[in-house]
């Protein structure tokens, strides 16, 4: 079945570096990528959505490309903020699906 | 817009009695879903409604869990004979046209 692999589960950073969350995918479906990030009790925001492969999108300061050949949508930023500090979430949802199938998370925590 | 509304956001319930959850979606959107978070297996679908109509049920367990969408405006997940286990964030999704989700804050819900 479809599924989606994030590796890192706590990413810990001092502000202004860049970081690089990892995100690969499996399905048979044509795939439609997303980035949401939670914050402290808050409810998930969509960051980032992509369906075309190898086309940047940025949102945010936030970017990641849609790699088929290697079924992977990193997100990446240049420069971390305090402010960016959250869980970050990649999912999938296969062509004509409506759910959304989600990687286990990764917790990024910015230190000043 | 007030986005998607949920309520209780906090419900404490004792093992065995019945909780209902109750989703207002944003007003247009002709999709809901709910999903469920918890810290051990991150976040799941359970169900979703397109037009009211049921469509996908295939991440509800298979007793005690209910959902329904009686109108465009509201939708309720019940579960019956409440177990520790179901303890969780309850989150509802709302789209307009399936390629995006947005998620309400939740209901934690507590079984003790």
């Known amino acids: 079945g479809d599924s989606v692999t994030q590796t890192e589960g706590l990413v810990t950073l001092t502000k202004g570096l860049p970081v690089m969350l990892n995100c690969t995918y499996q399905t048979t479906y044509s795939p439609f990528l997303f980035w949401y990030v939670q914050h402290l009790n808050e409810a998930p925001k969509l960051l980032l959505k992509?369906?075309?492969?190898?086309k940047r999108t940025e949102h945010q300061g936030f970017y990641a490309t849609l790699h088929k050949s290697s079924s992977s949508f990193h997100l990446q930023k240049s420069s971390v903020q305090l402010s960016d500090s959250a869980l970050y979430f990649c999912?999938?949802?296969?062509?004509?699906?409506?759910?959304?199938?989600f990687g286990q998370g990764t917790k990024l925590s910015i230190k000043p | 817009n007030a986005g998607v509304i949920q309520t209780p956001r906090h419900k404490v319930t004792g093992k065995g009695q019945e909780a209902t959850l109750w989703c207002e979606p944003i007003?247009?959107?002709?999709?809901v879903f709910w999903y469920r978070q918890t810290i051990v297996q991150g976040l799941e679908f359970l169900t979703y409604?397109?037009?009211?109509?049921?469509?996908?049920d295939s991440g509800m367990p298979k007793e005690r869990f209910s959902a329904q969408m009686p109108n465009q405006s509201h939708s309720t997940l019940k579960i019956q004979s409440t177990q520790p286990q179901d303890s969780a964030v309850y989150l509802c999704?709302?789209?307009?046209?399936?390629?995006?989700?947005?998620f309400g804050p939740g209901t934690r819900l507590t079984v003790l």
């Open positions: 999912a999938l949802k296969g062509y004509n699906q409506g759910k959304l199938i």
């Open positions: 999704a709302s789209s307009l046209d399936e390629s995006e989700q947005y």
């Open positions: 409604f397109r037009n009211q109509a049921p469509i996908d």
């Open positions: 992509s369906s075309t492969d190898n």
């Open positions: 007003s247009g959107h002709s999709a």
